[in-house]
């Protein structure tokens, strides 16, 4: 018998802890221990790995994690009722388990880790989008993070790995697709958790590249984009009008016509301009 077996069902913890989900907060947790197992071996081999994770509410996918034999897991959680909770999953791993109560978009986790480190997540969507787009785009590559396995509204994993020329094409694709391999590895319906939310879930793993696809500055290939999508329906040269006098130029020269929409220009290109932007 593991340790993961001799802790209490995921229904009792949330009983015994007072744990009513708070939407606030983004409270939908995974109480089946099969699916959080299904998810923590999507992250990938975790043996030699310390792994970083986000929002573990009552502990589900932590659980998940040590048991698929994370060297060490860093938990960083909002919600001080939950400490209680990973207190337990805390003593039955030994020294594996370190709980952080704090804000993720405040707290450095670095200090905590040594590398190789994954990250791994079921994180409220909005604070997952705005943490996965700061993991892409640090001045400096490789990032500290080999892969990120986090879960998504299926709508905004969509976003991450959409192609040119789809709706779902944009600043998300874009980011993730320069520096990382982004996938789809599991969809999941809203009844796998706890309360249901309104909407279809799908965990996305990104594995970072040793080298971005293409040369670029991060931040001007962030601003490019950002303000090419902001009106994707305009023309690139009116879309981008206010970021250079001679944006037509600059578009042709990157092999973009002035009068394509962003969603038609791909990686390579977007990747071009930021080229011409920061030698201009
Ligand atoms: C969708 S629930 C998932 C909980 C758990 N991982 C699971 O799968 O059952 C999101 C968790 O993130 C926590 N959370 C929300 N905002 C956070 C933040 N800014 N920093 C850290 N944790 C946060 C919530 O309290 C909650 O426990």
Same mark, same amino acid.
């Given at each position: 018998?593991?340790?993961?077996?001799?802790?209490?069902?995921?229904?009792?913890?949330?009983? %015994?802890?007072?744990?009513?989900?708070?939407?606030?907060?983004?409270?939908?947790?995974?109480?089946?221990?099969?699916? %959080?197992?299904?998810?923590?071996?999507? &992250?990938?081999?975790?043996?030699?790995?310390?792994?970083?994770?986000?929002?573990?509410?009552?502990?589900?996918?932590?659980?998940?994690?040590?048991?698929?034999? #994370?060297?060490? !897991?860093?938990?960083?959680? *909002?919600?001080?009722?939950?400490?209680?909770?990973?207190?337990?999953? +805390? &003593? #039955?791993?030994?020294?594996?388990?370190? !709980?952080?109560?704090?804000?993720?978009? +405040?707290?450095?986790?670095?200090?905590?880790? %040594?590398?190789?480190?994954?990250?791994?997540?079921?994180?409220?969507?909005?604070?997952?989008? +705005?943490?996965?787009?700061?993991?892409?785009?640090?001045?400096?590559?490789?990032?500290?993070?080999?892969?990120?396995?986090?879960?998504?509204?299926?709508?905004?994993?969509?976003?991450?790995?959409?192609?040119?020329?789809?709706?779902?094409?944009?600043?998300? &694709?874009?980011?993730?697709?320069?520096? &990382?391999?982004?996938?789809?590895?599991?969809?999941?319906?809203?009844?796998?958790?706890?309360?249901?939310?309104?909407?279809?879930?799908?965990?996305?793993?990104?594995?970072?590249?040793?080298?971005?696809?293409?040369?670029?500055? #991060?931040? %001007?290939?962030?601003?490019?984009?950002?303000?090419?999508?902001?009106?994707?329906? *305009?023309?690139?040269?009116?879309?981008? *009008?206010?970021?250079?006098?001679?944006? +037509?130029?600059?578009?042709?020269?990157?092999?973009?016509?002035?009068?394509?929409? #962003?969603?038609?220009?791909?990686?390579?290109?977007?990747?071009?301009?930021?080229?011409?932007? *920061?030698?201009?």
């Amino acid at each position: 018998m593991s340790a993961i077996d001799d802790l209490p069902p995921l229904r009792e913890v949330i009983d %015994t802890h007072g744990l009513s989900a708070r939407k606030s907060l983004g409270q939908n947790f995974l109480l089946d221990l099969n699916l %959080t197992a299904k998810i923590a071996r999507r &992250a990938g081999d975790l043996t030699d790995c310390d792994v970083l994770e986000i929002g573990p509410g009552p502990g589900g996918l932590t659980r998940g994690l040590l048991a698929e034999g #994370a060297r060490r !897991v860093l938990a960083i959680e *909002k919600d001080e009722r939950c400490m209680s909770a990973l207190a337990e999953i +805390e &003593a #039955a791993y030994p020294g594996q388990l370190k !709980v952080i109560n704090g804000d993720a978009l +405040e707290v450095d986790p670095l200090s905590h880790l %040594t590398p190789p480190i994954r990250v791994a997540a079921n994180l409220p969507y909005n604070v997952g989008t +705005e943490l996965l787009v700061r993991w892409l785009t640090p001045k400096e590559w490789p990032p500290f993070w080999q892969s990120l396995t986090l879960m998504f509204q299926r709508e905004v994993a969509e976003r991450i790995t959409a192609t040119p020329g789809s709706k779902a094409y944009g600043r998300l &694709a874009i980011l993730s697709q320069w520096r &990382a391999n982004a996938n789809i590895v599991m969809s999941l319906p809203p009844g796998a958790f706890s309360p249901p939310p309104k909407v279809h879930s799908a965990v996305v793993h990104l594995t970072a590249l040793p080298e971005p696809r293409y040369p670029a500055d #991060a931040d %001007t290939l962030s601003r490019l984009v950002a303000a090419a999508f902001n009106q994707r329906r *305009k023309m690139l040269r009116a879309a981008l *009008k206010g970021q250079a006098p001679d944006i +037509e130029d600059r578009l042709l020269a990157a092999g973009i016509q002035p009068t394509e929409r #962003a969603e038609r220009v791909s990686l390579e290109q977007f990747c071009a301009l930021a080229r011409i932007f *920061k030698e201009s």
